[in-house]
Each structure stands twice: as C-alpha cells, then as structure tokens.
C-alpha cells in the first residue's frame, strides 16, 4: 500500500480548548504510519460567527486556508466538524459562483484553489487507510465498550456539501468504532442538535438541547459517547454536572474525541491522548472494561 500522507488544517478549537483533540489526532496517524503536515500559517476558518455575519468575509477565510494547503502536499485533513463543514461549503459555493469566486480572489489577492480534496479523519480511517487494515493494527480492543457515535448537525448536512456520508442514516462513525473492537448503540438522538455555540449567550437552550443527547444515549444502554466536534465535546462534557443538576439526573457518560478511542485501542498510553482533559472522567469505565 502507497504510504498516505496530508496537509493538516487544526483549526483554532484544536490549538486551544480542544488541544486533546489534536494531541490524539497526531498519535493516531503516528501510531498507523499516516503522514500529517500541519498547514503553515493557517487562520481561522470563521466558523460560525463569520457566515451567520458576512458571507464574503466567511469564504474568503476558508479560501485563504485553501490557498495556504498548497504549500503541503496531499488532500487537506480535517478533524473538527465546523471546519469541515466551512471548508466545504466555500468549496462547493465557489465551484458554482463565478461572480462570489472573482470577490473572494479580490479580498484574499490570490487565486482560488479549488483542488485540494478536504477529508475529515472519519473518511481518512475509513476510505483511504481501510476498516481492515485498521482492524489489524489494534493492539488493545475495545470489547464490551458500548458506545453512541454522535454527528450532531454538521458531519453529514446539509445533503449536497459534506458529501462524507448518508445524510439521515451515516455509519461511518460506527464502522470506525465496531473496527476497534467497540459495540455501538442505536439511539434516537445521534443527529440532533446539541446547542452548539449558543453555549454562551443561550445556557438554557444548550442545556435542553444537550440534555436530551445525554438522556437518549443512556437509555439506549451507552457507556459513553464518541464525538468530532469541540462545539458538542464542550457542551456534551463540560456542561454534563451542570446539567444533571438542572434536570436532577445522573449520567456520568465520558464524552470521548474519536481519536481518544481509536488511540487506546491501538495501544497509544492515555497520557497521550488528553484523557485528563476530560471533565467526566472515564477511568472507572476503563478500568472496568479493561482498557486502561
């Protein structure tokens, strides 16, 4: 097999409140022998704020990392949601917009790159490197591990931009986890909307949403959940104690990064990975399944 090598666009969450995030992406691709080149100079890709504001301002900053990625060969790696989704969406509306693509080469003053393929790590693990040879390379499987892979809203919508995956019924998420040895949870609220960044200005709502999240995946008998987006990481983990107190519950549910898992069954020591980061701690659930 032809060695597999990527530009890497982290992203601001990954440099900062998700630094756990990154840290477990880069031991997983280390440990699978998968390249990753961090893009020089990358920005911000705007992610929410930008288009909600200016539309203009949004796809030029996802077009200026486009054009920054051909300084490192190979499709551009992607790990968060958000950025996945931005990038994308400038790609898809340049391709079809003349007149918003000669905008955004004014403002960034530069030609739009439009070739570079955007993978989020989901598609990577699964299309490029392969679900068996990623079976293969476990070391530490994740038996008995029940877990509910959550997309939330941006992974596969809206149906003609990410293109990563069915948009009402994915599996990409689950493939990844049942080929590290995992089970995974049918549950009713894996696309549903956590609150995303009103985490901030609307705490009820991120609480009512994110409740619901947390009450679906523990009925339907999950140990913990697995996520690629910081947005619903923060409000799934951080907010977790606030809202059992809210809703005068317990749920006590880790909320994993993808990478988090697949690294520990690939044998990667914990204290690579940025489990400590973790506001609900997981090491009983580990040490009781054995992974640990």
Request: glycine share 6%; hydrophobic share 40%.
């Amino acid at each position: 097999m032809t060695a597999l090598s990527y530009s890497y666009y982290p992203g601001c969450s990954l440099h900062a409140s998700a630094s756990e995030y990154d840290l477990s992406t880069r031991e997983v691709f280390a440990s699978l022998g998968i390249g990753l080149e961090e893009i020089p100079d990358w920005i911000c890709c705007g992610a929410t704020p930008a288009h909600n504001v200016d539309e203009l301002l949004s796809l030029s900053l996802s077009a200026k990392n486009l054009e920054l990625a051909e300084q490192v060969p190979g499709d551009m790696a992607v790990a968060c949601a958000s950025c996945f989704s931005r990038l994308k969406f400038a790609q898809h509306i340049l391709s079809e917009n003349e007149t918003k693509r000669k905008l955004v080469e004014k403002a960034i003053d530069a030609p739009v790159h439009l070739e570079r393929r955007v993978k989020h790590l989901l598609e990577i693990l699964v299309r490029d490197y392969g679900l068996e040879q990623l079976a293969t390379a476990v070391k530490k499987p994740l038996s008995d591990l029940k877990i509910a892979c959550y997309y939330g809203c941006l992974l596969t919508r809206p149906t003609d931009v990410p293109n990563l995956d069915c948009t009402e019924a994915p599996t990409i998420m689950e493939q990844v986890m049942e080929a590290v040895g995992a089970q995974t949870v049918a549950w009713t609220h894996r696309l549903e909307c956590c609150g995303a960044n009103f985490t901030l200005s609307r705490p009820p709502v991120v609480q009512q949403l994110s409740n619901a999240v947390l009450e679906s995946a523990k009925i339907a008998g999950a140990d913990c959940i697995v996520v690629a987006c910081p947005l619903c990481h923060g409000n799934l983990d951080i907010r977790q104690k606030e809202i059992e107190g809210v809703y005068e519950t317990s749920y006590g549910l880790p909320i994993f990064y993808l990478t988090q898992l697949v690294g520990l069954a690939l044998g990667v020591p914990q204290e690579r990975l940025g489990l400590d980061a973790l506001i609900v701690s997981p090491q009983k659930l580990l040490r009781d399944k054995k992974i640990n």
